[in-house]
């Protein structure tokens, strides 16, 4: 920690004076722009799109954000990378406009989806188009006289209808019977209807349980509202997934399912682990978006699409670990263990005034038990580390001249406002990127509900950060 910070007591005017001198610094980079509204940065605008709505990644910005990014950077050809590549919506969106495109995965349900639509966007036939609509007409799983148990973790008991569940179990009996390719899409169909057939709803942090499926959870009960039958749900999905695959359709929608024109490739595992494999200057743009220092944990959120494809309690742990940190169960990692050359990154944060500051006030929250969980320090400083060996090696694998855009929310805790894209955009500045602009929305986002009752409605900023490796 800096030594001007370490001589005085760190509180929330430490913070703010610090965060008053990093926003001076960097304060003719941060431009509001209010062509990027809420739906282009989140999951919003992809609702109506064909072949991106599928599947409602609520984490994912929109297909349009990428597109109206690469149009302004002015990238036409080349090879772009997503690290954290979510449910493949760069990949994709960067592929549709004549790019290469590499992304790393490391939840599999992220990895199932883009290799599902990779397979029905760029192998489907007409028989196989036709073998998904006999499944809605036919309703083939109904005549399955087996089933595959589906797996129940801990967190996932419970959460369908019985009658639910054994129709989800024989529709993974019945779909072996079709070709590999039919079986991707038939799988994804199953896990894009998972949550609407279920008792469950995606809540950020974890899932709420509607107050039929008899599990408590809070005080106030929970009402999902219409819970569909299976067959409604599933045949409503395979249909959505016919027309938008459907030439005829395509040719009359106002949104036509877009034709893949670069080549798209996915890496399984952490970025942490799968950059520092990456040769050196060898991608154009940097398009990503991190999971936000928010507490959000995917491996609840998406229990029920994890269980299903197959993964066990221990699996679950794993996953959660590798993770960046972004939720209290994270133990720190040992960042020079993985990889003995970010010996730079490490110092930089160690480096940055302001990031060591709110640590060292939300240890000291800690030990006066002031924080509602006392991991919030260990993630927060998690974090902005990974985070700067995550940015040096953009770095390292970006041409030079190109550019790296990144979504990101800032965030508070324990009254402390975190101003992450100042302190991302300066760790970037110190590992040689140049702040090229800091692209804030034109309404801040709220506080979460443990902030409101202090914080009210003071707004949060949400923000495209742009920065580009000197030429």
Request: proline letters at 5%.
């Amino acid at each position: 920690m800096a030594l001007s910070v370490i001589q005085e007591a760190i509180t929330l005017e430490t913070i703010a004076r610090l965060d008053d001198e990093l926003f001076q610094r960097y304060a003719s980079k941060l431009i509001i722009q209010p062509r990027l509204t809420r739906s282009l940065v989140s999951f919003q605008a992809n609702k109506k799109r064909p072949v991106y709505r599928w599947y409602k990644f609520k984490e994912a910005f929109s297909a349009a954000l990428v597109q109206t990014m690469l149009d302004r950077l002015g990238i036409t050809t080349g090879r772009a990378l997503d690290p954290f590549a979510g449910s493949g919506t760069t990949l994709f969106a960067a592929s549709e406009l004549g790019l290469d495109a590499d992304g790393i995965e490391l939840l599999p349900i992220g990895r199932e989806i883009i290799a599902s639509r990779k397979t029905m966007q760029m192998e489907f036939t007409p028989d196989d188009l036709d073998a998904l609509k006999r499944w809605s007409r036919e309703k083939t799983w109904e005549q399955a006289t087996t089933r595959v148990p589906l797996a129940d973790l801990r967190i996932t008991g419970g959460a369908y209808p019985e009658a639910t569940r054994q129709a989800i179990e024989q529709t993974l009996a019945a779909l072996a019977a079709e070709n590999p390719r039919v079986q991707s899409a038939l799988r994804l169909a199953l896990l894009c209807v998972l949550e609407a057939v279920s008792y469950t709803r995606k809540d950020g942090q974890y899932l709420r349980w509607d107050a039929r499926s008899g599990r408590r959870q809070g005080q106030t009960p929970f009402d999902k509202g219409h819970i569909p039958s299976f067959a409604e749900a599933i045949n409503a999905k395979i249909e959505e997934m016919v027309a938008d695959l459907s030439p005829q359709s395509q040719q009359e929608s106002l949104f036509p399912a877009e034709t893949l024109k670069g080549d798209i490739q996915l890496v399984q595992g952490s970025c942490l682990n799968v950059m520092p494999t990456l040769p050196d200057a060898s991608y154009d743009v940097v398009i990503t978006s991190p999971p936000y220092c928010n507490r959000y944990d995917y491996t609840r959120t998406y229990a029920l699409e994890l269980a299903l494809l197959g993964i066990d309690e221990q699996g679950l742990v794993g996953l959660r670990q590798s993770m960046l940190s972004c939720t209290v169960e994270n133990r720190a990692k040992d960042l020079r263990a993985i990889n003995q050359a970010w010996a730079a990154p490490i110092e930089a944060a160690n480096g940055q005034e302001l990031l060591q500051a709110v640590v060292g006030y939300l240890d000291t929250q800690k030990e006066q038990g002031a924080l509602n969980n006392a991991g919030i320090p260990r993630m927060v400083r998690g974090y902005f580390y990974e985070m700067a060996c995550v940015i040096a090696e953009c770095a390292r694998v970006l041409k030079p001249g190109a550019p790296l855009v990144m979504v990101n929310d800032n965030v508070r805790y324990a009254g402390a406002s975190i101003s992450v894209d100042l302190i991302l955009s300066d760790l970037a500045a110190r590992m040689g990127f140049e702040i090229e602009s800091i692209l804030a929305l034109p309404g801040g986002k709220g506080n979460s509900s443990q902030q409101m009752g202090e914080h009210g409605r003071d707004a949060l900023r949400k923000c495209v950060y742009v920065w580009r490796k000197p030429g």
